[in-house]
């Protein structure tokens, strides 16, 4: 392989075209097409980046280009089992968005078949490369927190409320990517209850609990009708809280306190974490090509992490339609 990798762009939507900007300033990478079914927006990127590559509305035309290495696929999660598949077995590397797919069988089936053509599968899970969340896991595995109690997460929002999917599929692989990251572990039982008030048939609001191999438990809360928005994780040990807040000018702070033999608490302040300033999404680009170029399976957002990420959302999903049924959840 080349320096550069040439790399396919597959959709160029809102997230695509944040894609698209990353890899076409990026030295390590060379985009030799651009797809995408809808012409208009195909033209208007192509205008916006002022585009001197290949464009097309028919991905079939791209996968066969000669050169080519990678593609990145931004497209629905529903077409993302056909593209994936037909990309590996071209030798092709994938950079897939999230959910890897919506069935844990196909996921599974697309982990081996990128063994199996020793290609590189990687899912595009940004918050893992987010400076917030990767100094969080670093705190975390310092032990400074002490004994882990619990764990909890707000995501809400007013808007957007999709048609495809229900808030569960939506919000949910963000807040689970980031708890098993700062974990080091995923949940062994689920359980989840939803609301349905905007469209028949999707949850709009969503509580669900995860419980881990150690016994730590985290309560997620996920809504789309929420006009207070919220982004925002937190994991409570015996000396602190560790608080991801998305939206704060602090992003990452500890809260100390703990109790006296009396239960009187002590110890008592506020800590603010620094963090390193760079994009997520750059780093996953960064991440990607280093994959590629060494052919080295990802250690921080792999297929099979996907893989595990849809088992734990097909679960959560099974608990809702079971009216908040305690689920199992086998290890991969």
């Given at each position: 392989m080349s320096e550069q990798t040439a790399i396919a762009l597959l959709g160029v939507g809102r997230w695509g075209a944040h894609l698209l900007r990353n890899f076409l300033h990026n030295p390590r990478a060379r985009v030799v097409a651009v797809v995408d079914p809808c012409l208009e927006q195909l033209e208007a990127i192509a205008k916006r980046f002022e585009l001197d590559v290949f464009?097309?509305?028919?991905w079939q035309d791209v996968l066969e280009m000669n050169g080519l290495d990678a593609v990145a696929i931004t497209t629905p999660a529903t077409t993302h089992n056909s593209l994936i598949t037909?990309?590996?077995?071209?030798?092709?590397?994938?950079?897939?968005a999230k959910p890897l797919t919506l069935s844990f069988a196909e996921s599974v089936q697309l982990c081996r078949l990128a063994e199996q053509q020793q290609r590189q599968l990687v899912?595009?899970?940004t918050y893992?490369?987010?400076?917030?969340v990767l100094r969080g896991r670093e705190f975390v595995q310092s032990g400074k927190l002490g004994q882990l109690r619990y764990g909890y997460s707000t995501r809400s929002h007013l808007s957007p409320v999709r048609s495809d999917v229900d808030a569960m599929w939506d919000l949910a692989i963000h807040d689970i990517a980031i708890l098993n990251f700062w974990l080091g572990e995923t949940p062994c039982q689920v359980e989840a209850k939803g609301s349905t008030?905007?469209?028949?048939?999707?949850?709009?609001?969503?509580?669900?609990t995860l419980t881990y191999p150690s016994g730590f438990e985290a309560r997620l809360h996920l809504s789309w009708l929420n006009p207070d928005k919220q982004r925002r994780s937190c994991l409570v040990g015996e000396n602190g809280s560790l608080i991801f807040d998305e939206l704060a000018q602090d992003q990452l702070t500890?809260?100390?306190?703990?109790f006296d033999e009396k239960f009187r608490p002590i110890a008592q302040s506020r800590e603010i974490l620094d963090l390193q300033n760079q994009e997520p999404l750059q780093q996953v680009c960064n991440h990607f090509l280093d994959c590629v170029q060494h052919n080295r399976t990802s250690a921080i957002s792999s297929g099979w992490l996907g893989a595990g990420l849809v088992q734990t959302l097909v679960a959560l999903s099974e608990s809702m339609q079971a009216n908040g049924k305690v689920i199992d959840i086998l290890k991969i």
């Amino acid at each position: 392989m080349s320096e550069q990798t040439a790399i396919a762009l597959l959709g160029v939507g809102r997230w695509g075209a944040h894609l698209l900007r990353n890899f076409l300033h990026n030295p390590r990478a060379r985009v030799v097409a651009v797809v995408d079914p809808c012409l208009e927006q195909l033209e208007a990127i192509a205008k916006r980046f002022e585009l001197d590559v290949f464009c097309t509305t028919q991905w079939q035309d791209v996968l066969e280009m000669n050169g080519l290495d990678a593609v990145a696929i931004t497209t629905p999660a529903t077409t993302h089992n056909s593209l994936i598949t037909a990309a590996l077995k071209q030798d092709l590397h994938v950079l897939a968005a999230k959910p890897l797919t919506l069935s844990f069988a196909e996921s599974v089936q697309l982990c081996r078949l990128a063994e199996q053509q020793q290609r590189q599968l990687v899912i595009d899970h940004t918050y893992l490369f987010h400076p917030a969340v990767l100094r969080g896991r670093e705190f975390v595995q310092s032990g400074k927190l002490g004994q882990l109690r619990y764990g909890y997460s707000t995501r809400s929002h007013l808007s957007p409320v999709r048609s495809d999917v229900d808030a569960m599929w939506d919000l949910a692989i963000h807040d689970i990517a980031i708890l098993n990251f700062w974990l080091g572990e995923t949940p062994c039982q689920v359980e989840a209850k939803g609301s349905t008030w905007l469209q028949a048939g999707l949850a709009d609001t969503v509580w669900a609990t995860l419980t881990y191999p150690s016994g730590f438990e985290a309560r997620l809360h996920l809504s789309w009708l929420n006009p207070d928005k919220q982004r925002r994780s937190c994991l409570v040990g015996e000396n602190g809280s560790l608080i991801f807040d998305e939206l704060a000018q602090d992003q990452l702070t500890v809260q100390w306190g703990k109790f006296d033999e009396k239960f009187r608490p002590i110890a008592q302040s506020r800590e603010i974490l620094d963090l390193q300033n760079q994009e997520p999404l750059q780093q996953v680009c960064n991440h990607f090509l280093d994959c590629v170029q060494h052919n080295r399976t990802s250690a921080i957002s792999s297929g099979w992490l996907g893989a595990g990420l849809v088992q734990t959302l097909v679960a959560l999903s099974e608990s809702m339609q079971a009216n908040g049924k305690v689920i199992d959840i086998l290890k991969i």
